[in-house]
Nanobody
Framework: QVRLVESGGGLVQVGESLSLSCAAN????????MGWYRQAPGKQRELVAT???????DYADSVKGRFTVSGGNRPYTVYLQMNSLKPEDTAVYYC????????????????WGQGTQVTVSS
């Protein structure tokens, strides 16, 4: 019912920048929160940054001051601007939307993107 399409990612050098975007479409009534998570090899998926419906943002300590999350409505899109990238930022990045459906009965839905690889080379 809800589909997320990620774009961006790739291979960069230490200190460079990269941006990710994720567009959501389908049975969307209201966005509660959207954001980004990442998973490095052998590690659990972790929160990177989120933005909720009133624009409040939250960041992992490891990315504060370097990454910026932003979002747009109609089309529903979440962005992640990553600056001053480090090798430890290397991971698969997943976008996430928590929302309620447009059609009745309203349902709470958690939807994930397919993941995009970010590799930071030293």
């Amino acid at each position: 019912q809800v589909r997320l399409v990620e774009s961006g990612g790739g291979l960069v050098q230490v200190g460079e920048s990269l941006s990710l975007s994720c567009a959501a479409n389908g049975n969307i009534g209201r966005i509660i929160v959207m954001g980004w998570y990442r998973q490095a090899p052998g590690k659990q998926r972790e929160l990177v940054a989120t933005i909720n419906s009133d624009g409040t943002t939250d960041y992992a300590d490891s990315v504060k001051g370097r990454f910026t999350v932003s979002g747009g409505n109609r089309p529903y899109t979440v962005y992640l601007q990553m600056n001053s990238l480090k090798p430890e930022d290397t991971a698969v990045y997943y976008c996430h939307f928590s929302l309620t459906t447009a059609t009745l009965p309203r349902q709470n839905v958690d939807s994930w993107g397919q993941g995009t690889q970010v590799t930071v080379s030293s």
